[in-house]
């Protein structure tokens, strides 16, 4: 059964992997023709009066940054990852933003599009920070990596047999820096794109400044974080598949239509959506309807705007 369209806000949070697909060149002229690509249904809920924010994923673009920088690391100044993950909103929002604005003016539809380079606080004492875990970059032989992390005062660690690589904290968002300007603007009807990469993580020093920490948040917990910061109702995590699957992959697969947070939660709890595939998701998911929210849609891009709708996806409700 699907709902009518009464919630008016919203938040999209689009896979890195949106703009940068799997087995494709990762040129920008191809960046920007799958950028284009997934706008159908962020137009589509434009149409129906939702005010809109947009968030993205930026783990390829990200690497290719990181990877520039290690290459070119006897050359010019080591650039940090926070810097970095602000490259990649900036550089990704800007094709996000003109490719949207083209879009609406084709189609007579008057609003403006504009980026905000988004600030997340974590908290300084989270455990990700002193043990992190979350690979990143390109792998070395275990003795390259060891005097990278002499110099460089990186983590390493093995990478599942497959060779070395740098491990960066991966903190829980708190709050968005920018929350209250995102949210008057998206009020006023503009379509904001922020918290790319799940945001620049920095946290709150003793006198109320702000300070950067070398590390990545998720896209999506940052997303819903963003989503209650501005007061949305319904938050879209567009992923690669149509649906929440129970058993994912097995013969006795089950998929989730609609279901009610507490038991989501409970699935959750259970173990069903380990870690390292759905179970992200799912905690951003049972974190923005826990804030607020009321309404989370996951799905695949192509499936969007129809999974709204309520006839394909997996919808989870207050």
């Not at 919203?10 to 703009?19: F, K, R, S, T, Y």
């Not at 998929?255 to 595939?277: C, N, T, W």
Request: overall charge neutral; some cysteine; hydrophobic content about 40%.
């Amino acid at each position: 059964m699907g709902f009518e369209f009464a919630l008016k806000t919203a938040v999209v949070a689009l896979g890195g992997n949106a703009i940068t697909r799997k087995g494709e060149a990762d040129d920008i002229h191809r960046q920007f023709a799958n950028t284009r690509k997934s706008l159908d249904p962020i137009v589509e809920l434009i149409r129906e009066g939702y005010n809109l924010a947009i968030s993205h994923g930026n783990g390829p673009q990200v690497g290719n940054a990181l990877l520039r920088v290690e290459l070119a690391k006897d050359i010019t100044p080591f650039v940090p990852l926070g810097v970095l993950v602000a490259d990649t909103q900036g550089s990704m929002g800007y094709m996000i933003a003109q490719s949207l604005e083209n879009r609406l003016k084709r189609e007579g539809i008057h609003q403006k599009v504009c980026t905000v380079i988004t600030q997340v606080i974590v908290d300084r004492d989270d455990p990700s920070i002193k043990n992190p875990t979350k690979f990143i970059g390109q792998f070395y032989s275990e003795e390259e990596a060891r005097k990278l992390a002499s110099q460089l005062n990186w983590v390493v660690k093995d990478d599942a047999g497959r060779g070395w690589r740098r491990v960066v904290p991966s903190p829980k968002p708190l709050d968005i820096v920018e929350g209250v300007i995102i949210r008057n603007l998206v009020r006023g009807g503009v379509i904001v794109i922020a918290a790319g990469g799940g945001g620049i993580p920095v946290y709150v020093e003793n006198d109320g400044t702000y300070e950067g920490v070398d590390a990545v948040v998720d896209k999506d917990y940052a997303s819903a974080v963003l989503g209650n910061a501005i007061g949305a109702e319904l938050l879209i995590i567009v992923t690669n598949i149509d649906k929440v699957y129970l058993n994912f992959g097995s013969p006795d697969q089950k998929p989730l239509d609609r279901i009610a947070v507490g038991e989501m939660e409970k699935l959750l709890h259970q173990g069903h959506f380990p870690y390292g595939s759905m179970g992200p998701k799912v905690s951003a998911a049972i974190k923005f309807i826990k804030g607020g929210g009321k309404k989370v849609v996951i799905t695949s891009i192509e499936n969007a705007y129809s999974a709204v709708a309520g006839s394909t996806g997996t919808i989870i409700f207050a």
